[in-house]
């Protein structure tokens, strides 16, 4: 029933693979099976993925702010990095540019649903429409590279998490690629308008739980009800407290990434 679930998740989402957060959650028994008939409706929602994509924007305006790139796609070709690898790194980019901040919405809807008895309901329950970009998306071949082959566990120490998040294990099935873009994206880590906007990222995604299209009730109380005990419901917790800021961060840095490869559209907010 798990992997069904997860399924159901991906499908939802429109991503080819299962992110760290929701494996991770996976395993706080029950939980998923109880929150995710809750917010099904609402993630498939055309307010849902327009929050998203907005917050994609935000994610870039704060981005551009502290970051002008060195690296480029006529750098990139120099260190070595094959045309056809450069459009394929291209492609995995825009997809967590595109699902970590759907992702991001639903772990803070989690969150914030933890400590109030009801969020959401005051969003539009609009379907959202059926598009190319999402089915180039499930149709690309991720690969998640093992968190112990460097520089993963570099980069994981300098996040300050136990193991390197899905954005860098993806990318770094191009070693050339992810050299070159870790050698400038490690400094932002340092930034401070780069963590402030982060966590802005965070409390927006948070604040945004009440517009789901349908109420979320998950907190202990209710989670202990529906027959959750004392372990998966630490789990639970322990999961999204870890996840829901690395994802307002990881949102920064793929964005990061999108600029070190020339791209610099926006998705719904234009100048």
């Known amino acids: 029933m798990t992997e069904a679930l997860l399924a159901e998740m991906?499908?939802?989402?429109?991503?080819?693979?299962?992110?760290?957060?929701?494996?991770?959650?996976?395993?706080?028994?029950?939980?998923?099976?109880?929150?995710?008939?809750?917010?099904?409706?609402?993630?498939?929602?055309?307010?849902?993925?327009?929050?998203?994509?907005?917050?994609?924007?935000?994610?870039?305006?704060?981005v551009e702010t502290v970051y002008e790139p060195v690296l480029s796609?006529?750098?990139?070709?120099?260190?070595?990095?094959?045309?056809?690898?450069?459009?394929?790194?291209?492609?995995?980019?825009?997809?967590?540019?595109?699902?970590?901040?759907?992702?991001?919405?639903?772990?803070?809807?989690?969150?914030?649903?933890?400590?109030?008895?009801?969020?959401?309901?005051?969003?539009?329950?609009?379907?959202?429409?059926?598009a190319a970009r999402e089915a180039r998306h499930l149709a690309l071949g991720v690969r998640l590279v093992a968190p112990g082959v460097p520089p993963l566990p570099e980069i994981a120490a300098a996040l300050g998490v136990p193991e390197a998040p899905d954005l860098y294990r993806a990318a770094a099935a191009w070693p050339r690629y992810l050299d070159a873009a870790w050698e400038e994206?490690?400094?932002?880590?340092?930034?401070?308008?780069?963590?402030?906007?982060?966590?802005?990222?965070?409390?927006?995604?948070?604040?945004?739980?009440?517009?789901?299209?349908?109420?979320?009730?998950?907190?202990?109380?209710?989670?202990?009800e529906a027959g959750l005990g004392d372990d998966a419901i630490a789990a639970a917790r322990r999961t999204l407290d870890a996840a829901v800021p690395t994802m307002a961060t990881m949102m920064m840095h793929a964005e990061a990434m999108r600029l070190g490869i020339g791209i610099r559209d926006r998705e719904v907010v234009t100048g």
């Open 10 to 62: 991906r499908s939802a989402l429109r991503l080819p693979f299962t992110p760290e957060p929701l494996a991770g959650l996976a395993e706080a028994e029950g939980y998923l099976a109880f929150v995710w008939p809750q917010m099904a409706v609402s993630v498939e929602t055309a307010g849902f993925l327009g929050s998203a994509r907005y917050m994609a924007d935000m994610a870039l305006d704060a």
């Open 73 to 130: 796609p006529a750098s990139l070709r120099e260190g070595g990095l094959a045309g056809t690898d450069l459009e394929a790194i291209t492609g995995v980019i825009d997809l967590f540019h595109y699902t970590q901040p759907q992702l991001l919405l639903l772990l803070a809807a989690l969150a914030e649903a933890w400590e109030r008895d009801s969020v959401g309901g005051q969003g539009r329950p609009d379907p959202r429409e059926p």
């Open 185 to 224: 994206l490690q400094h932002l880590v340092a930034y401070p308008d780069f963590r402030r906007r982060g966590r802005a990222l965070y409390f927006y995604a948070r604040s945004g739980a009440r517009f789901l299209a349908r109420p979320l009730r998950a907190n202990p109380t209710v989670l202990r």
